[in-house]
């Protein structure tokens, strides 16, 4: 911020100058330039064109007409933007989305028979089977031996 | 209602309608966790995974099997997400479920779950036995047509 020149002295008038040139000029520097230019009688010479700028200077700049622009657009007024409508779109996806899903006929299940054993894939169905069957026993022989001779006897 | 409304009205519908089934169709059983090897590294497990005509006279259409050694905390692991999937199971009859603890914890259980969204019956084991301070573990997920009966009959040794 430019704090340290509240008020445009002919001591801080080329510092103001400076900041204005670069474009860093508030709109209350500016307005502060343009009171000092405007009230200062005595300007050194090489300060008199400035106060001839800053006294035609309008605090905003102006906007040009809506007459102005047709003119330097040719008088060619762009036409009105069609607004493209989405939600039917989106609509029609979904439902094209779903009939795809439920009325695509069902794939066969696949047939696969595969095991890993200490990290290495083994491809031989029978072997695989042979794991699952194995893994199946091991856990179906459990229950109470009650059981166990209940379904034996029931067996024979 | 305006033609506006009315369409965003539908497609607000079948948007939430894509969102709630892709959510059911990802959903998983907690012991997938040790199926993919979160829990006890695959190099360390016999796995075994048959799908398709080879089950069909189990009347089985997925066999997923995990068989490791470990050690009580991943013991402990394994229990807790089997019990987690229990909670899905299809009753506490003994036609849909058999279990047995011992010291505290699951020596083995087999458990029908609630059915597949396909209608298959889908059943879960576990079988836990002490192996000098391990623990040999058998995990098995199974789906098709077979009842429990079917399955002790077909599996039971003799």
Not at chain 1, 44 to 64: I, S
Not at chain 1, 93 to 122: Q, R, S, W
Not at chain 2, 62 to 72: D, K, S
């Amino acid at each position: 911020m430019f704090n340290n020149m509240k008020r445009v002295t002919s001591e801080n008038v080329q510092e103001h100058l400076a900041r204005y040139m670069e474009g860093n000029s508030t709109q209350e520097e500016l307005r502060l330039l343009k009171e000092y230019f405007g009230n200062t009688k005595d300007l050194p010479a090489e300060l008199r064109p400035y106060a001839q700028m800053f006294a035609v200077l309008e605090d905003k700049p102006q906007t040009p007409s809506v007459e102005a622009l047709n003119r330097f657009a040719g008088g060619q007024v762009p036409a009105r933007r069609q607004r493209v409508r989405l939600w039917p779109l989106v609509a029609a996806a979904c439902i094209a989305a779903f009939a795809v899903i439920f009325l695509t006929p069902p794939k066969h299940e696949e047939n696969m028979a595969i095991a890993y054993v200490d990290g290495k894939m083994i491809t031989n169905q029978a072997q695989a089977m042979q794991m699952g069957q194995e893994a199946l026993q091991e856990i179906f022989s459990n229950g109470s031996e009650e059981e166990q001779l209940t379904d034996l006897f029931n067996a024979k | 209602m305006n033609r506006t409304m009315f369409y965003r009205t539908i497609t607000t519908i079948v948007v939430m309608m894509c969102v709630a089934l892709c959510a059911f169709a990802q959903k998983g059983l907690c012991i997938n966790d040790v199926f993919e090897g979160k829990v006890v590294l695959k190099n360390q497990m016999q796995e075994s995974l048959i799908k398709g005509e080879n089950l069909a006279s189990y009347k089985l259409k997925v066999l997923h099997t995990a068989r490791f050694t470990t050690h009580n905390n991943n013991r402990e692991e394994v229990e807790k997400l089997f019990y987690e999937d229990m909670k899905s199971r299809l009753s506490d009859d003994d036609e849909n479920m058999e279990m047995e603890s011992r010291n505290g914890h699951l020596y083995y259980a087999i458990v029908q779950l609630t059915d597949s969204e396909k209608g298959a019956h889908r059943f879960i084991c576990y079988q836990c036995k002490d192996n000098d301070r391990r623990y040999d573990i058998t995990l098995v997920y199974m789906e098709g047509s077979a009842s429990l009966a079917d399955l002790r009959k077909t599996f039971k040794k003799k």
